[in-house]
């Protein structure tokens, strides 16, 4: 019997791709660095900050400082802009979610959260509209683990008061997250609602699980 779903953030509940974007390469360009030189730090601290063990603004201060690059101004301009686009995305989630997210409450289904986010994310993630909805809420900069670590996954199970196998967890399919949720047990679901509006890296249907095109398809899975 489901007795709890559990959500991935992005490309399942908000887009980024429908946002102005505000990722790496646009800032390796407001640095005046060409990209390559900016990925050396960026991409060698992606595991870090996703973890909690570097903030993003530690990260962009090293990268000026070490290119000779760094002024408070334009420091400042790169922390506002990066800022302003996580807030953005809050704008572009599937409107479908609300009645979906009331309907498995009316069902006392509980609510669950797990994101792979930096320092950054954190505060916008917590002022989305969606984010009151949920009963437990782990966040990968906080917690110090990641999906598809399968300790991730069964803290949040524990938090919800749920075995993991009566647990559905729905997410876009990025970084194996499907994988980690059905190796503990839990109901795997793809969402791909989102799937169209990623230009910059199409994402494609992983056969082996259930796609779901709507928000409210979730529903035909509940055991």
Same mark, same amino acid.
């Given at each position: 019997?489901?007795?709890?779903?559990?959500?991935?953030?992005?490309?399942?509940?908000?887009?980024?791709?429908?946002?102005?974007? !505000?990722?790496?390469?646009?800032?390796?360009?407001?640095?005046?660095?060409?990209?390559?030189?900016?990925?050396?730090?960026?991409?060698?601290?992606?595991?870090?900050?996703? %973890?909690?063990?570097?903030?993003?603004?530690?990260?962009?201060?090293?990268?000026?400082?070490?290119?000779?690059?760094?002024?408070?101004? $334009?420091?400042?301009?790169? $922390?506002?802009?990066?800022?302003?686009?996580?807030?953005?995305?809050?704008?572009?989630?599937?409107?479908? %979610?609300?009645?979906?997210?009331?309907?498995?409450?009316?069902?006392?289904?509980? %609510?669950?959260?797990?994101?792979?986010?930096?320092?950054?994310?954190?505060?916008?993630?917590?002022?989305?509209? $969606? !984010? +009151?909805?949920?009963?437990?809420?782990?966040?990968? !900069?906080?917690?110090?683990?990641?999906?598809?670590?399968?300790?991730? !996954? %069964?803290?949040?199970?524990?938090?919800?008061?749920?075995?993991?196998?009566?647990?559905?967890?729905?997410?876009?399919?990025?970084?194996?997250?499907?994988?980690?949720?059905?190796?503990?047990?839990?109901?795997? $679901?793809?969402?791909?609602?989102?799937?169209?509006?990623?230009?910059?890296?199409? +994402?494609?249907?992983? +056969?082996?699980?259930?796609?779901?095109?709507? +928000?409210?398809?979730?529903?035909?899975?509940?055991?």
């Amino acid at each position: 019997m489901t007795k709890a779903i559990i959500f991935d953030m992005y490309e399942t509940l908000v887009s980024c791709h429908r946002a102005k974007m !505000y990722f790496g390469e646009h800032i390796a360009k407001d640095l005046g660095l060409e990209e390559a030189r900016f990925r050396e730090v960026w991409d060698a601290t992606d595991e870090a900050r996703t %973890l909690g063990k570097i903030t993003f603004e530690k990260v962009i201060h090293d990268i000026m400082v070490q290119n000779d690059v760094y002024s408070d101004k $334009l420091y400042e301009k790169i $922390l506002t802009k990066r800022r302003e686009s996580k807030l953005a995305f809050n704008r572009y989630y599937n409107k479908e %979610l609300i009645p979906l997210f009331d309907t498995l409450k009316s069902l006392n289904i509980k %609510l669950g959260l797990i994101s792979n986010c930096y320092s950054e994310e954190v505060n916008p993630i917590r002022e989305c509209v $969606l !984010y +009151p909805y949920f009963d437990a809420a782990f966040l990968s !900069y906080e917690q110090g683990i990641k999906k598809p670590n399968p300790e991730i !996954y %069964l803290k949040s199970a524990v938090a919800l008061g749920v075995p993991a196998k009566e647990c559905i967890y729905v997410g876009d399919g990025a970084g194996e997250e499907l994988y980690g949720a059905r190796d503990v047990g839990m109901y795997p $679901l793809q969402a791909t609602w989102f799937f169209k509006y990623n230009k910059r890296r199409p +994402p494609e249907p992983d +056969p082996n699980f259930k796609q779901v095109d709507k +928000p409210m398809g979730i529903l035909k899975y509940l055991a």
